[in-house]
DNA sequence: AAAAAAC
């Protein structure tokens, strides 16, 4: 079994990592990090929870070390798709590189220009950053690229979810094709390998399994639930949600601690947040449409045990290192079943117990099909610990009444009735997520390349990036004007 | 049916 200190990195970076008391990498730590150390591109197929982040933060740590960076031109880029994302790298590589004189500044939005400005001038080692904000610094003038000598791409099936896969091939082409290119995606979807095949050279390819952690420890149920009429299910499920807190908070092993709740929409989020709140919880919403300020404030809380409940979108659901959440909720099914996986994979982490609920309705059948055939397993059902006042579960409407309020009026908060949490005992089955198949691939065939003159001629205006493997044709980078600067602004935002 | 990311 190797250890870190067999990995060539910075002495100083070994005893950072010492200091945090790890000793063994996770497997795509030793499958990423000797490459990377050599300057080898590397393809890393890894969920988060797999230690994906340290893969590429310890050698990018190591090999700048040498080497000064100069006003306005960072050494390094490392884009992530969330604000929230960017800075969990950046707190991560501030842990690592304690001992090392490297400068780095995050690029995110929702903050002023100013303090970022400010540090890319004075020169930055490692600039990590959302692509808006990074392509805005651009813009403004304020940043070169052509000083990058490593750049990352964390998230990237997210970033291709999020519409970010054409910022991020402007991003490419802004950087110099001497770069090393780290690449990290939970999943190889068409348009990635497409990404890969042109910005990457001869990559490492390693892909290794979601961590046992998260799968094992999670365990999964499913909470069915038949609304009386379709408006009253968000009602219901807020309901049955507080019904199965108050039942898990009382259980005797793996007790309800703390959750995070997903939610499909930024406005269900909020309503669920304020029932919560209404009814005595300890619970705040965290999504896009909040002042990052606000969602920092919130994680933080989150994170230090001070908040309890989380009600969150999708922000949330993917990469966010939270330890400790002892519940998941998907108080929506998710309509991506990936993001299934996502969610829950936010709870049972670092060898802990979680428990991941979903919540559903007839009328997610078809998702759950798609969650079910993508995790191929079951989701073990569980009892529904709230009954409507006055009927079963499926009885016909009794309650009409309440039904028929127009839909944002009946979503706002007015659930009222006390849940009866009466003791129903928790029917758990632990059900796992379908391993990953494992395989490793040193040294896959470096990739043909022959369309150079095509790629030069593209209308896109920039160079071919495969140039590299045909030869040194590509003299300097004097030639290469960054595609989004031939287009106006118009153009540009039309194209997104 | 949506979320996220730039002013």
């Known amino acids: 079994m190797t250890s870190f200190s067999d990995l060539n990195l910075d002495p100083k970076v070994l005893k950072a990592i010492e200091a945090t008391g790890y000793t063994t990498p996770t497997p795509i730590q030793a499958g990423a990090i000797p490459p990377a150390l050599e300057g080898r591109d590397v393809l890393g197929i890894a969920q988060t929870g797999t230690g994906k982040t340290a893969s ?106 999020m519409g970010f896969i054409p910022d991020i091939e402007r991003i490419f082409e802004m950087t110099p094709f001497t770069r090393q290119t ?34 094992e420890t999670i365990t999964q ?101 939270i330890p400790n959440v002892s519940h998941v909720f998907n108080f929506d099914v998710p309509s991506h079943a990936e993001d299934y996986v996502h969610r829950i994979g936010r709870t049972g982490r670092a060898g802990k117990l979680g428990t991941a609920y979903t919540l559903a309705t007839p009328a997610d059948g078809k998702y759950l099909d798609a969650i079910r055939s993508l995790v191929k397993a079951d989701i073990p059902k569980g009892e529904n610990p709230w009954t409507p006042p006055g009927g079963g579960n499926a009885a ?18 007015r659930s009222r009735s006390k849940p009866k949490s009466e003791d129903a005992p928790p029917v758990e089955a632990p059900a796992q997520v379908a391993a990953v198949e494992v395989r490793h691939e040193p040294a896959p065939q470096p990739q043909q390349r022959n369309d150079t003159q095509q790629n030069r001629n593209r209308s896109r205006g920039g160079r071919g990036r495969n140039d590299r493997d045909s030869g040194p044709r590509v003299v300097g980078l004097g030639d290469h004007v960054p595609t989004f600067i031939e287009l106006s602004f118009d153009e540009r935002r039309d194209e997104a």
């Open 56 to 161: 590429f933060t310890l050698p990018m740590i190591t090999r700048l070390g040498k080497g000064r960076a100069r006003a306005r031109m960072p050494r390094s880029l490392v884009l992530a798709p969330t604000r929230e994302l960017a800075a969990q790298v950046a707190e991560n590589f501030d842990n690592y590189a304690k001992g090392s004189r490297l400068k780095k500044a995050l690029l995110i939005g929702g903050v002023s220009f100013k303090e970022q400005d400010m540090l890319i001038d004075r020169g930055v080692d490692v600039l990590i950053a959302t692509p808006g904000r990074l392509i805005d610094h651009f813009e403004r003038g304020k940043l070169l690229l052509t000083g990058v000598e490593i750049m990352v791409v964390d998230e990237a099936d997210r970033m291709l979810d």
């Open 182 to 215: 780290l690449f990290f995606s939970a999943t190889m979807a068409p348009e990635i390998e497409r990404i890969t095949n042109k910005f990457l050279s001869n990559p490492v390819k390693i892909e290794v399994e979601r961590q046992n952690s998260t799968s």
């Open 221 to 321: 149920i499913l909470v069915e639930h038949t609304p009386k009429a379709k408006s009253m299910a968000a009602k219901d499920k807020r309901e049955i949600l507080r019904a199965i807190i108050e039942r898990d908070s009382a259980k005797a092993d793996d007790p309800l601690r703390n959750a995070i709740i997903f939610c499909n929409r930024k406005v269900e989020v909020d309503v669920v947040a304020k029932s919560l709140k209404k009814h005595g919880y300890n619970a705040e919403p965290i999504h896009g449409d909040l002042e990052q300020s606000h969602r920092t404030r919130t994680l933080d809380g989150f994170r230090d045990g001070s908040l309890k409940f989380l009600v969150a979108s999708d922000v949330a659901a993917r990469g966010l290192d």
């Open 396 to 413: 016909p409407a009794t309650r009409e009444e309440e039904d028929d309020k127009p839909r944002r009026t009946s979503s706002r908060t």
